[in-house]
């Protein structure tokens, strides 16, 4: 998630600080703590200018009692560092609770706990929160030796917050579209504060996380023996209800939960009935995930709960050894990928299948050729990496578990590129897809297609041997912008060969469609009985399959008001400010503009009926008696220029809007 930059009163960030200071108003008291008791930390304060910010004694749950709450933990490499990512999910009367303690963070200050939360307030705490948190306890320690329990009096090595390293967000602190949002009232308010009731109870989220730029939000006095030796995780996970910890280590052969317990002030309690054991997964890079459900019941409080997990990198008395699956690939087949980088080979889903063994297991390959390594991520996708200027290497594969046990079997495999390739586009319409094969295989079948955004464009394939293959690709279908090519490619002994390229091709927008459908007497328009609207009707549509909007112009005004359905179109077209300016050439432009602001012009010209059906002798009518020559556009009474200029003012409002 992305961090982001607010703008904070000043005055609202001293205040924070100052009702930091005098600790929190909610009157939760914080419970005696067994572990983060007190430990040597010069050095890992820094000098802020806001040393006295004290928020030490108080949880996570002490500001926000959750309904559940999702804490992730990585410990880093170098066994001396964390990554935390904790969210919390409030809902109904707790999130009345959570937005009263935020609130009550500002108490004497302007706006603070007044019975309503602001979003002054929200931009302040995520602001200056980080300040209060590394104060906060992590309630976590890690101890090496003989496995620790509360009553072994050893000091425990804390985990620690790193205000540099913390970012805190918020979804719905301040609910949206409340009914009794307000405008903040207190003095030195932001333009745009916004306020509710702290005693709403819509749903709201808090999460902690690793701010952007920084590796680590926790830290704690790094392992002697980085996890090789025997240690104890401990957890105070007192008033900590319906939550989850996912912690994971750094990749270590052997690491393993050797055992656990939960206590209750020193008593010990009974795993399956007082709570849930521990679960271990050994994921494919090698690291080791632990899982915890905590359920603190509140009616035990205050009593103290603590659970321990032992570690050991000790052989387990029993371990089976890991077994290929009749799924794995024949010994010597070729499989494919693209070299000089590193490629992602084979994906998670297909290699989970090559092998088995109860405790997990991974594929570790030995290269023949200098530069080319293997391995596997925290999914288990198989990764290869490859120098740049070679093709192919063989490589022999075997099936290790965490603890070291290889299956008997070993096989061999030859990794390489099948194929250079390369893509341009040259009529617009087809990407034009050259294939150069590399000799990896004899001959194999190449197919592909154009692919954007889940769209894919017309599969056309080809069989290559020894020579360069050009396919064109269709891209009907596609909207303009950037095209990629996807495929695969199939060969005897080989792999399917899945790829997807980027080869920074853009799709160039192509004009609508438009064309007009003429009348059955072969006219273009239809004319009403007042003679003064026509109707024009036609087909528009655009190739690339964007909308199209549409607009008319005639006699200097302008008319969108078409109605289209599907690819038909239809308007009626008014003609009194071509009556108004003595026009009677009615010549009409519309414009047809894709989403790609992309335009093509269709030019009607409509004839006036009028003029159709004058005199054939030229001479005046018999009730003529002026002498002038007869006029192409019959008189108009009060009425018709009543009509025209109500047609006159509707045709230029068109226009505005």
């Known amino acids: 998630m992305a961090t982001r930059s607010y703008y904070v009163p000043v005055t609202a960030i001293t205040m924070l600080v100052m009702m930091i200071m005098m600790g929190l108003s909610s009157g939760v008291t914080a419970p005696e703590l067994t572990v983060n008791q007190p430990v040597e930390t010069e050095g890992r304060q820094g000098s802020s200018g806001l040393s006295d910010v004290d928020c030490s004694g108080y949880t996570f749950e002490d500001l926000f009692d959750y309904n559940f709450a999702l804490f992730n933990i990585d410990i880093g490499a170098d066994w001396a560092t964390a990554e935390m990512d904790a969210t919390a999910f409030v809902n109904g009367s707790n999130s009345a609770t959570v937005r009263e303690n935020l609130d009550g963070l500002f108490d004497g200050a302007p706006g603070g706990d007044n019975g309503w939360i602001s979003t002054d307030e929200r931009e302040a705490v995520r602001e200056i929160g980080p ?13 090496e030796g003989v496995p620790h329990r509360t009553n072994s009096g050893v000091a425990w090595n804390d985990l620690e917050f790193v205000e540099e390293g913390i970012a805190l967000d918020e979804v719905d602190l301040v ?29 709201l989220q808090i999460s902690l ?38 912690m994971t280590f750094p990749a270590l052969q052997g690491l393993r939960i050797a055992g656990f317990g939960m206590e209750d002030d020193g008593a010990e309690l009974v795993e399956g009935l007082d709570y849930t054991a521990p679960e271990e997964e050994f994921l494919p890079d090698g690291k080791l995930r632990i ?37 794995k690939p024949a010994n010597n087949s070729i499989i494919p990928l693209m070299t000089g980088t590193e490629y992602l080979t084979i994906a998670a889903d297909e290699l989970s299948g090559w ?41 022999t594969c075997s099936v290790v578990d965490p603890f070291g046990a290889t299956a008997d079997e070993t096989l061999d495999f030859t990794f390489g590129q099948p194929f250079t390739a390369a893509a341009s586009i040259t009529d617009g319409e087809n990407i034009d897809y050259t294939v150069t094969p590399t000799g990896l295989v004899a001959e ?9 955004d889940g769209v894919m464009g017309a599969m056309r394939s080809s069989m290559a041997s020894n020579e360069p293959i050009t396919i064109a690709l269709p891209m009907d279908g596609l909207k303009p912008g950037m095209v990629m090519v996807m495929g695969s490619a199939t060969a005897n002994n080989m792999m399917n060969f899945d790829y997807v390229f980027d080869f920074g091709l853009e799709k160039q927008s192509l004009p609508p469609i438009i064309s007009l459908r003429t009348s059955f007497d072969g006219n273009n328009a239809t004319w009403d009985a007042t003679g003064l609207q026509f109707t024009l009707k036609g087909t528009v549509s655009d190739p690339d399959g964007e909308s199209v909007s549409m607009t008319l112009q005639l006699c200097g005004a302008s008319a969108t008001d078409f109605t289209q359905v599907g690819i038909n179109w239809e308007i009626d077209v008014s003609i009194a400010t071509c009556v108004m300016q003595e026009i009677t050439t009615y010549d009409v432009i519309i414009t047809a503009t894709d989403e790609s602001n992309i335009n093509s012009i269709l030019e009607v010209n409509v004839e006036d009926p009028d003029a159709q059906d004058s005199s054939n002798d030229g001479t005046a009518s018999d009730d003529d008696t002026s002498g002038d020559d007869v006029s192409a556009l019959p008189s108009i009474s009060m009425l018709a220029t009543i009509s025209i200029a109500l047609f006159g003012a509707a045709l230029v409002r068109r226009d505005e809007e």
Not at 175 to 186: D, F, L, M, Q, Y
Request: charged share 20%; aromatic share 8%.
């Open 131 to 143: 300040m209060c948190i590394e104060d906060m306890e992590t309630r976590l320690g890690i101890r």
């Open 175 to 203: 609910a949206p579209n409340h009914p009794e949002e307000r405008s903040c009232t207190n003095f030195g308010a932001s333009a745009d504060c916004k306020e509710i009731p702290v005693a709403a109870t819509d749903d």
């Open 209 to 246: 996380f690793v701010k952007t730029g920084e590796n680590n939000n926790m830290r704690f006095d790094q392992l002697p023996n980085q996890g090789v030796s025997n240690f104890t995780l401990a957890l105070n996970v007192t008033n900590m209800t319906n939550a989850d910890l996912v």
């Open 291 to 327: 899982y915890q459900h905590v359920d603190y019941d509140k009616s035990n409080w205050p009593v103290g709960r603590n659970l321990f997990i032992d570690f050991t990198t000790a052989e387990p008395e029993s371990n089976d050894i890991p077994e290929w699956t009749n799924m």
């Open 355 to 395: 092998a088995t063994d109860s405790n997990g297991w991974n594929l570790d390959c030995s290269f023949t050729d200098a530069g080319w390594e293997s391995r596997q991520d925290e999914s288990g996708n198989l990764l290869i990496t490859s120098p740049s200027g070679t093709s192919t290497s063989s490589a």
């Open 444 to 452: 194999m079948t190449v197919s592909a297609h154009a692919h954007q």
